[in-house]
């Protein structure tokens, strides 16, 4: 796990079978609220997982 050059919010996680995930706490706004949100994005997955026919 190590944060996203550049980037003090977003971190990288390399996992086994070739899986790389992004997370990024952000609040969405300009505005100080109490809410944030937790974004996850898929970055590599194994060619394995995916089939077309």
């Known amino acids: 796990m190590s944060f ?6 977003t ?3 390399k996992l086994n ?6 997370f990024r ?3 969405a ?4 609220e109490p ?3 937790f ?3 898929l970055l590599k997955a194994p060619s394995s997982l995916f089939t077309n026919t």
């Open 4 to 9: 996203k050059e550049n980037s003090e919010t």
């Open 11 to 13: 971190l990288i996680v």
């Open 17 to 22: 079978n070739n899986w790389k995930l992004s």
């Open 25 to 27: 706490i952000h609040n």
């Open 29 to 32: 706004s300009s505005l100080i």
């Open 35 to 37: 809410s944030l949100k």
């Open 39 to 41: 974004d996850i994005n």
